[in-house]
């Protein structure tokens, strides 16, 4: 069985980091990864899109239009501008989480998510939660990114169980980080299970 | 098994194949690959990053003088300031294996070309290997050694960005020893004259066609399937081809091309016995479609050859999956499905801006002040600070190649020599082609202030060291080039340097600059938020007028509106305090603990 899983958001948010871990979870498992990534211009506060290709020998490492099974949204515009690699009917997970752009705040235009959320809604199962705020909450906010990785677990998009990622994070992590990442990754896996997040 | 991006299997490679010495210099893709050498090495490896591409080649020729094994990386530009060196090693040749990693860069991503460095080998009569997977990269760069010392040639590997920053799972093997290198030997060989060019020009010429006929032979070409149509292709579209052909379930005969030039010509010839017609799948220029169709009219053999040159694939730019399928489709004959989506309501857009605290706002911020009102034009070069072009800094008038703002200004200069000048240029920069600019704006009298950029870095493509940094790849400290001083030995009359957070002082220092009558610079230095995060932080009192100078004049990605309140977001703030002097009610000052 294949997987395509596609991670959208916007430079720093640790989306390349989340895009190893997703990889060498499912190497873990046996299986032949590829993965591509926006290194360079792209970073800086830009778009930045990982493409996961799991048990895909023969394929390129760009997933196609409307190929991904997975859409994990870091960031609501960026799932948004990125939900057409994902297949139709296929799973997105978005955070919340707005970050405004320099050019938002310049033009004086109110950059508002509902209608992104809509449009999101009409395209895909969506999970959404405030991946940012459950982060802090579990004393890091930059591990929303794990938060983002346990609701993909949680939602059953991703080839390996959320122990699988808990024992992959305990020997990747510095000792002092691991106990919040650990608690993000809980956090979001149990958040999509419908207590905090919402579940469509 | 691990996962190995496309440019760390090529480091791994290159270790495993007993490189003696890296030496190259930054440029997105190519980066990681001298940086995974240095990670990686056994102890007995020289890893250099160079002042530039030129001296990284010639370090390179040098070393292969000895019988070591060399690589020099670079990006497809960089090539552009190494050719002189590289067209004179192909003549001259070279003893211990030299590859020369070139990454391309389709789209352009993270350049100002989407220039083919296949033609570049054509053009310097060098081999050149196209991988099409990192793991077929990792292959390449172990054969890429033997094959230029077989051939006495530099052999050019050539990935382009889809390869250099994929990642695969590769069981990647230790190295099974040192290379061992017997050393230089004095010989006229390695003097390059008028008669020893000629003699070896003659060689080079043979060389080329008995490549190729190795090269029809070589693993990285392949042919599978057995439909009367051909789909040729090379690189990153291959893989494209291969997916969008088991997709249509298109019975073709699907051709990878791994060894673009010298051209394979007989195992051309060969696959297209049987073929009725032929599509070329290849990112960037035309170029084994054009050598299919010069190896087709010299054996005088009529088969229909498709690509770029026909209007069936794009001319420029990155292909993609949907435009090999496309493509494929429509050449098979059949329409392609549409697959009607639905377009996402308006978003932000989101362009790539400097860092909350870089302090090249405060440079470029403190020399727009210090102009305001004064016709004044403003070159920039290549780097994160050719960010400042974007609103609402506006301070990149010029940007051309790395080193070019310093003389572009002198160019402008001479023909309006009536208004002011500044060149802002980045101290890796500097360092790489900046310096001879300064010495031809001395010698020939143009008035411009030279503005370096001096966040002790290289910062753009991921923080490397650089010559006024003081650390090496070998972990050593070496002495810093002192900026200031190489500024006044180049002949700059007026030297100063400022803190571009000391706003009031940068100011003035423009100012200063702008009346010297002659060759003027500032050092605006500050490292690089990167490198070094200070802890502070800024916040917006009750006082705010709610005026938005702040977000119109500096365009920090921390200050935002939200809820109709301006506001700091301190997740991301360093305190720089640049805001600060830009509010007119004093409503922005330190967060105190």
């Known amino acids: ?95 919340t989480a707005r970050v405004v752009p320099v050019t938002a705040s310049l033009s004086g235009k ?67 980080l691991f106990a919040a990442n650990r608690k993000a990754l809980y956090a979001g896996y149990d958040c999509v299970g419908g207590a905090k997040g919402e579940t469509e | 098994m691990e996962l190995l991006m496309g440019n760390e299997a090529i480091a791994l490679g290159a270790i495993r194949a007993g490189v003696n010495l890296v030496c190259g210099y930054p440029g997105t893709p190519s980066t990681e690959v001298l940086e995974t050498v240095a990670k990686h090495n056994p ?21 292969s003088f ?136 003659g060689e080079l010429e043979r060389k080329q066609k008995e490549i190729g006929k190795e090269f029809s032979h070589s693993v990285f070409n392949d042919v599978e399937g057995n439909g009367s149509i051909g789909i040729v292709a090379s690189g990153a579209a291959y893989t494209y081809a291969k997916e969008a052909v088991e997709e249509l379930g298109a019975n073709v005969t699907l051709v990878k091309i791994g060894t673009p030039y010298p051209f394979p010509e007989d195992f051309a010839l060969e696959f297209m016995k049987e073929l009725d017609k032929v599509l070329v799948v290849e990112e960037l220029d035309a170029v084994i479609e054009r050598s299919l169709a010069e190896a087709l009219g010299k054996h005088n053999i009529k088969l229909g050859v498709y690509g770029k040159e026909t209007g069936n694939l794009p001319a420029a730019g990155e292909y993609t999956h949907e435009i090999v399928r496309g493509a494929i489709a429509e050449f098979l004959g059949g329409g392609e499905r549409e697959t009607a989506a639905e377009a996402p309501p308006v978003l932000p857009v989101r362009p790539p801006v400097l860092c909350a605290g870089c302090p090249h706002r ?45 003389t572009v200004a002198q160019g402008l200069y001479h023909m309006e020599p009536d208004k002011k000048y500044f060149a802002f240029i980045g101290d890796s920069t500097f360092f790489h082609t900046g310096i001879p600019g300064v010495v031809n704006a001395a010698y020939n009298q143009a008035k411009i202030t030279v ?31 002192d900026i200031e001083a190489m500024l006044r030995a180049s002949g700059a009359g007026w030297v100063k340097t400022v803190d571009p957070f000391d706003f009031g002082a940068a100011v003035a220092a423009a100012k200063e600059a702008a ?73 922005i000052g330190e967060v105190r603990k």
């Open chain 2, 66 to 201: 000895t019988g070591a094994r060399v690589m020099v990386t670079m990006k497809q530009m960089g090539l552009n300031v190494a050719a002189d060196p590289l067209m004179c090693l192909s003549y001259l040749g070279v003893k211990g294996g030299l590859v020369v990693l070139v990454a391309d860069d389709p789209g352009p991503i993270s350049s100002q070309t989407e220039q083919d460095t296949r033609h570049f080998a054509k053009f310097a009569n060098l081999p050149v290997l196209d991988p099409a997977t990192p793991e077929e990269a990792y292959q390449m760069v172990q054969e890429a050694f033997g094959l230029s010392e077989r051939w006495g040639l530099p052999v050019i590997l050539r990935p382009t960005t889809r390869i250099c920053h994929a990642s695969a799972s590769i069981a990647a093997e230790p190295r099974s020893g040192k290379h061992e290198y017997p050393g230089f030997e004095k010989d006229p060989r390695w003097v390059i004259f008028p008669s020893l060019s000629l003699k070896n020009h």
């Open chain 1, 1 to 95: 069985m294949k997987y395509d899983i596609l991670i959208a958001g916007v430079g720093g948010q640790g989306t390349i980091l989340a895009s190893k871990l997703i990889a060498q979870a499912a190497m873990e498992e046996g299986r032949f990864v590829r993965t591509s990534e926006t290194i360079g211009m792209a970073q800086r506060g830009g778009c930045v899109v990982s493409h996961v290709r799991i048990g895909s020998r023969d394929e390129s490492s760009v997933i196609p239009m409307h190929g991904a099974d997975l859409l994990l949204g870091f960031e609501p515009a960026e799932a948004a501008r990125s939900l057409g690699r994902l297949r139709k009917g296929g799973k997105a997970v978005v955070n």
């Open chain 2, 43 to 63: 102890g007995d490896i020289h890893v250099e990053w160079a002042s530039n591409e030129k001296a990284a080649m010639e370090v390179g020729g040098g070393a």
């Open chain 2, 362 to 406: 405060a440079s470029f911020y403190a020399v727009k002040t210090a102009m305001k009102g004064i016709p004044a034009v403003f070159t920039g070069d290549i780097g994160c600070y050719t960010l400042g072009n974007a609103k609402p800094l506006d301070m990149v008038d010029t940007c051309l190649c790395m080193g070019a703002g310093v």
């Open chain 2, 515 to 587: 009346e010297f009558d002659g060759v003027s610079a500032i050092i605006f230095k500050a490292p690089c938020i990167a490198l070094h995060k200070p802890q502070g932080a800024y916040e917006i009192h009750e006082s705010c007028i709610g005026c938005k100078k702040c977000i119109r004049e500096i365009g920090c990605p921390a200050i935002s509106v939200t809820g109709g309140a301006v506001r700091i977001e301190p997740s991301l703030c360093y305190g720089c305090g640049l805001c600060a002097y830009v509010c007119p009610a004093a409503a």
């Open chain 1, 110 to 176: 109110a950059y508002e998510t509902e209608e992104i959320f809509e449009y999101i809604r009409r395209g895909a199962q969506v999970w959404t939660l405030d991946a940012t705020a459950i982060a802090e909450a579990c004393g890091s906010a930059k591990a929303a990114n794990v938060v983002m990785l346990g609701a993909g677990i949680g939602v059953g998009a991703l080839p390996f169980s959320v122990e699988c990622m808990e024992g992959l994070l305990a020997r990747r992590l510095p000792e002092k």
């Open chain 2, 451 to 481: 503005a370096v950029l001096d966040n002790s870095t290289t910062a753009m493509t991921g923080q490397q060291p650089h010559p006024g940094t003081g650390r090496t790849m070998m972990g050593t400290d070496s002495p810093k080039i």
